[in-house]
């Protein structure tokens, strides 16, 4: 595994070339839309071959496929040096799977929205243990369905992932209001009802209420008495909070700061306080999926494809591990910032480090190389398989 920085001038076969691999596993791994249009400083993850077979005399291309069970068309795709019209030459290293390790026991937790595409649910339900869906809110006591879950909760649970039932709140009103008895039991009955296997809440706005507590006190033993789990969605490190929830997702959203400090003086500070505070085995470290201009926000494919536009280099700060480009807007210079790559790997290390459970995502727009980088980074850190 690799982290390439696109250079001036380098195209993707130059980068498929020097790896050896397809360009076509490069498009893959990293979502790239436009191939041909790669900005200079690009970051891109390179996945090496997970099995490989050195060729012996005598061997054929239809021999190999047959001998790995593999197809001899992708056989030849997986292998540019391949020629589909002679055999290979013995010592010929050929690789046979391109597959990431399995997770293993760190729990990958991705959330699920409204209009998430097939193709990112699909790469999701083979990364996650849990699929958060984003379905429902309540608005001045009321519980409102964003969204029908029928067709994902059976996709979810047809793969054997546990559905939970994410409930967003926008304001404090409904921890304070007279009608929490019948807001909890409203979450327990949809919950159970649809076959959820537990409730997650987004409450950041109701969090420094006197009353939160206490509702997700009472949500709790009414969620434990149906056999539920409770998971909270926090940026802070209130010790109290976090020994409410069964689970807890920890965000820290640092590319939206004016000054964004250094790694060490940033998340590992942060994630260090946190795991001594409260208890990191129960609580994901949450992957932010955005690129940030000022207060506008956008992804990482769209952050590339505007450097691109803009003719202008991606810079890579190795104290913070962002990513940057600055381009001309209303005629005035605006800067973009995100996570590099290896941010995402020390993040990711930090799991098995501070004992964390594992990460959450954005399935719609969590970048396809962050979920392979945390499935090759946590098989290789020793984690047992599921």
């Avoid at 339900?125 to 849990?130: I, M, Q, V």
């Avoid at 879950?149 to 059976?154: A, P, S």
């Avoid at 020390?346 to 399935?363: C, H, M, N, P, Q």
């Amino acid at each position: 595994m690799h982290i390439h920085t696109v250079s001036a001038g380098e195209s993707l076969h130059d980068i498929a070339k020097k790896y050896g691999i397809p360009a076509t596993k490069i498009i893959e791994n990293n979502t790239l839309d436009c191939p041909d249009r790669l900005s200079v400083g690009q970051k891109l993850l390179i996945l090496t071959p997970t099995r490989t077979y050195r060729v012996r005399g005598g061997d054929t291309i239809d021999s190999i496929a047959e001998r790995f069970s593999v197809g001899r068309g992708a056989l030849i795709r997986a292998n540019p040096a391949l020629s589909a019209k002679r055999a290979p030459r013995p010592e010929q290293v050929v690789a046979i799977k391109y597959d990431t390790p399995p997770h293993g026991s760190a729990l990958f937790n991705g959330y699920y929205y409204k209009g998430c595409p097939e193709e990112r649910l699909k790469l999701a339900l083979a990364h996650s243990s849990f699929v958060t869906i984003s379905s429902h809110r309540l608005k001045w006591g009321v519980l409102e369905e964003v969204f029908d879950t029928k067709e994902v909760l059976l996709r979810v649970r047809d793969a054997g992932r546990a559905p939970l039932l994410r409930i967003y709140s926008p304001d404090a009103y409904e921890v304070m209001s007279g009608c929490r008895e019948r807001i909890i039991e409203g979450i327990v009955q949809r919950a159970k009802g649809d076959g959820y296997r537990g409730v997650t809440l987004a409450m950041s706005m109701a969090e420094q209420s006197p009353d939160f507590g206490e509702m997700v006190l009472e949500l709790r033993r009414a969620l434990m008495a149906e056999d539920l789990l409770t998971v909270i969605e926090t940026d802070g490190t209130n010790p109290r909070l976090c020994d409410l929830g069964d689970l807890i997702v920890q965000r820290y959203e640092k590319c939206h700061l004016n000054e964004i400090p250094s790694f060490e003086e940033g998340e590992r500070r942060h994630y260090h306080t946190y795991a001594t505070e409260c208890d990191s085995t129960k609580t994901f470290i949450d992957l932010s999926p955005f690129a940030y201009s000022g207060s506008d926000a956008m992804t990482h494919a769209e952050a590339n494809a505007l450097a691109y536009r803009q003719g202008q280099e991606i810079v890579y700060d190795g104290e913070r591990m962002i990513c940057s480009f600055e381009y001309g807007r209303r005629g005035r210079r605006q800067c973009v910032k995100y996570e590099a790559l290896e941010n995402i790997k020390a993040k990711l290390a930090l799991v098995s480090e501070l004992g964390f459970a594992g990460i959450s995502f954005d399935i719609m727009r969590v970048p396809t190389e962050h979920l392979l980088l945390a499935s090759a980074t946590f098989a290789r850190a020793g984690y047992a398989e599921i």
